[in-house]
């Protein structure tokens, strides 16, 4: 059972659009938050990260947003750049081991030039 | 600055063979996770180790054993290697604190099963 569901699976924005990628999760222990972006052959790399008592978390031009009492969480990347191409991961974990992420399945992002 | 070193970076390896990957963690980083991403799929956790001791364990096959050194760097041990162990290795690592929560990922073993 996927504890963590992400969707869309893929996503086409053109140049200085808004990409939205939203997360559900199931576990009410979960209370750290992260997204993580990877391009191909590369490791994972922290985003922004966001932890429950706060509904919003703004990082330049990515924003977290927190809706506890829905379970869900989004990522939306501001005047999106064909750089910002690549695949991302919500994760999630508690406290006693934040290292111990639960991804979601991913969405493949292309921006459009 | 230093990143999270893994090694090797690409292995083929024959079924029922073994296979050792090998994470060297940025420099005072104490603590090392392992992740499995099968293709196209999300990085599965499979075992974390702090200060040489294994702190938490995930989806982590009983063929699989791993450990980590004094000098905190971590080997993941894989026997009996069967085609589906073919995947992406990562190894991720971070400074134990209450406060820091960012984990540095690899670039990761690819690992096929011939």
């Known amino acids: 059972q996927q504890q963590v569901k992400q969707s869309p699976q893929s996503l086409i924005v053109q140049k200085g659009g808004i990409s939205i990628i939203n997360c559900a999760y199931e576990n009410t222990a979960f209370d750290y938050f992260p997204w993580y972006q990877q391009f191909p052959g590369k490791g994972p790399a922290l985003l922004i990260a966001i932890r429950p008592d706060v509904s919003e978390k703004k990082e330049g031009r990515f924003t977290i947003s927190f809706n506890k009492s829905a379970k869900q969480f989004s990522l939306h990347i501001m005047d999106s750049q064909p750089g910002d191409s690549a695949t991302y991961f919500c994760?999630?974990?508690?406290?006693?081991?934040?290292?111990?992420?639960?991804f979601g399945q991913g969405t493949t992002l292309q921006v459009k030039p | 600055a230093a990143g999270v070193i893994q090694s090797p970076r690409h292995l083929i390896k024959e079924k029922r063979e073994t296979a050792t990957l090998k994470c060297y963690p940025i420099p005072r980083h104490d603590t090392v996770y392992w992740y499995q991403q099968g293709p196209g799929q999300d990085p599965q956790f499979l075992i974390s180790f702090y200060e040489k001791m294994q702190s938490d364990k995930g989806s982590i096959p009983d063929r699989f054993s791993a450990q980590q050194f004094s000098d905190y760097h971590s080997e993941l041990n894989m026997s009996s290697l069967e085609l589906g162990d073919s995947a992406l290795y990562f190894c991720?690592?971070?400074?134990?604190?209450?406060?820091?929560?960012?984990?540095?990922f690899g670039s990761g073993t690819q690992l096929s099963v011939l």
């Open positions: 994760a999630a974990s508690m406290s006693s081991n934040t290292g111990k992420l639960i």
């Open positions: 991720a690592s971070s400074a134990y604190s209450a406060t820091n929560e960012k984990l540095f």
